[in-house]
């Protein structure tokens, strides 16, 4: 035996899971619903006949006023809308609706139903997010400060360091001159190779705050001028600097590598340097670079002790370090400009370490 | 991009006199659907968005300029320079009377009739002024707009307003009409409602008709008569219709009480 309230539309009207209010077109009500009524608390003698914005809270007149009954005007319904009711004990009744326009042949309104459901926990939820995003808004725009100031500073310490260098370079070349003994020449050679190192180091600091300010690296590509005397050079002024250490090159460039010599330059700089810092005092820094399978490879070996397996992930990030004496400790940005050099000519610099041989290698297509 | 452009301006009608419609906070030019035929035929019209709703462009949106009605006001001059308009009629609602009120003595000779539904030169009480609401409320309200989604994929609203004659796009959307960015929205709520405009209203000279709601909780009775004291040259008509949206609501009785002034 069924229960008769199963099939009773005036039972599932008054008691339905969500309240029902129905206005008419001049914003009055004409009926509500026994769950509405339990919810906010009023008798529907006291509601029938009253503007639906009696009911509101000021928010939600404005609300209804200037969105919700033009909108209904212009498309007949309205769906998923907040809107905050007053309880009989002034408390909210927060609620999401829908709203359809019931219409006469002519277009003209009739009446306007309303279906409300509470949404207290969903609006809280909401509230929470809002405040979560304006927080995460607040700390981005605080942190986005810092660091452009930040980098700011580097890119202008950098530009500052490069002038009294440039002094301290002319001054050995001219003391250079007149050198006459051993001493002297040695001193100078020192200072010429401390220049060379910190000038490398500069260039590292402008690339990498360069790079973080948005500039990234910025490539002057050429296929037409040769790159290997460019190598030369490099590795040259790095055997100079290094007296005692034996770097063993070996080119193979047989056709046009379109790239920016000079980044080539730092690059092939900052990995041979990297090697030796890390690599065995008495063993040979192996340098090749040639053209093959449409690439062009240019790689750097060292002997001596591998690469841990936990720096192995962080050997790019910056200011990453390894252990190394003091005297050749760098800013720990060397590799970091050197990958994205690589990365800036399409290319990628890959590592690989053993007990026999660390190996870096950059690899980037011939186009 | 000119004003044209920025602005969504859409002009109809070969008329001799222009009549510029503009929309209130809350909707787009679409407000006037049932109000701007009614004049096609005799005057040029005129239905533009203010920046920030329907099919204006967003980009244009520059908080500084429109930290106040003045710069909604110099769009309206702006569209009305590259329109040529003169002696024009302007119809504002709510909000968007006092931008043409502010239009009209920005550039003297542009309209020659302002027409006012809903009018309101300060919505917050000001001692023996009343406006309506407190300070509070407005707070209230604009704290409120942040949980309402209305207008969260405005993008869309010019694919649907581009296709008119399939409506049925229209439909897969939950509200097609009015959107606005939201976060333009709340700061044209504050402007909207934060506003004073009293001693701008007191300067004003040109023919001006205020056309009062009955049981308007946004704009009083009260309002639209101190609007019609403090404009010298200006008449009221208190419609039968109830609501802050006469233009939608009651079109025929706008309508009519427009003819008889213009």
Redesign the interface.
Known sequence: MTDPRIDDFEDMFENAPCAYITLLPNGRIERVNKTLLGWIGHTAEHMVGKRFSDFLNMAGRIYFETHIAPLLRMQGFYDEFAIDMVTAAGGPLQMIANAREGRDAAGGALFTRLALIKATDRRRYEHELLQARDVAKTNLESERETSELREQFIAVLGHDLRNPLASISAGARILGRDAKSDKEHQVIAMLETTVLRMAGLIDNVLDFARGRLGGGITLDRNSRRPLEPVLHQVIDELRLSSPGRRIEAEYAIDVPVDCDRSRIGQLVSNLVGNALSHGASNEPVRVRAATEDGLFRLSVANSGEPIPEAAMGRLFEPFFRGEVRASRQGLGLGLHIAAQIAKAHDGTLDVSSTSEETRFTFSMPLR | MGAIERNNVHVRGTGGQSMVFAH????DQ??W?FVEPAFVSEFKTVCFDHVGAGGSDLKAYDKEKYSSLAGYADDVVEIGRELGLADAVFVGH?VSSMIGALAAQKAPGMFGKLVMIGPSPRYVDDGDYFGG?TEG?IG??L????????GWSVQMAPAIMGNPDRPEL?QEL?????RTDPDIAKAFARVT?MSDNRADLAKLDVPTLILQCS????ASRPVGEFVNRTIRNSEIVFLKA????PN??APDEVVAAMRTFV
């Open positions: 209130g906070f809350g909707c679409n407000m659907r709510s609401f409320q209230e309200l704290q409120f707009l942040d949980s309402n989604h209305m229209g939950t509200n097609s009409f009015c409602f049981d308007d909780i946004i109830t609501g802050h949206c939608l609501s």
